[in-house]
């Protein structure tokens, strides 16, 4: 790793979702970790991407549950997040503010079951074997009543790889 330091962060939260004018969903804002650097640049890795969602369907798969589809629209919410998590430098939910909620009510009606899991990782293997360990964000990997997902894989250089995974019913 050559001295460098970096960390995994990770961080995840299911509930039902909520009107996008709504914020009275817990302070979901306040799950941010921030970080010594950011980057403007990270670009949105698709192959990147749709490695992670065959990993999620193995996953799913090995607990006969069906296959996660990739959602244009829960995608672009889950790439412009990662680009935000890393032009600002932190890892978490809350982005200016707005839970994740809030940013999924653009994309899914209100009352829809949402979760996400975000973390900053070097690969997508690590993340992915970060997030089965975690039971909190396995648990979302395997809700069976998720069918949807957006992922946004954006790369920051020497950051990593920031992660969002948002799920859908």
Request: neutral net charge; proline residues 6%; without cysteine.
């Amino acid at each position: 790793m050559g001295g460098r330091l970096w960390v995994v962060i990770l961080a995840v939260v299911a509930l039902p979702a909520i009107p996008a004018y709504s914020q009275a969903v817990g302070d979901l804002a306040s799950v941010v970790v921030p970080l010594t650097a950011a980057t403007p640049a990270a670009e949105v890795l698709p192959d990147a991407e749709a490695a992670l969602l065959s990993l999620l369907n193995q996953a799913r798969r090995l607990h006969r549950l069906p296959p996660l589809v990739m959602d244009s629209s829960l995608r672009h919410v889950a790439r412009l997040h990662s680009r935000d998590m890393a032009a600002q430098g932190f890892v978490g939910h809350g982005s200016g503010g707005a839970s994740f909620a809030h940013r999924l009510g653009t994309a899914v009606p209100g009352g829809t079951f949402v979760g996400e899991n975000v973390t900053l990782a070097r690969s997508i293997e690590q993340a992915h074997s970060a997030f089965v360990a975690s039971t909190p964000h396995l648990r979302n990997i395997l809700e069976p009543r998720f069918r949807r997902v957006g992922i946004g894989v954006a790369g920051a250089g020497d950051l990593g790889l920031f992660i969002t995974q948002d799920f859908a019913e």
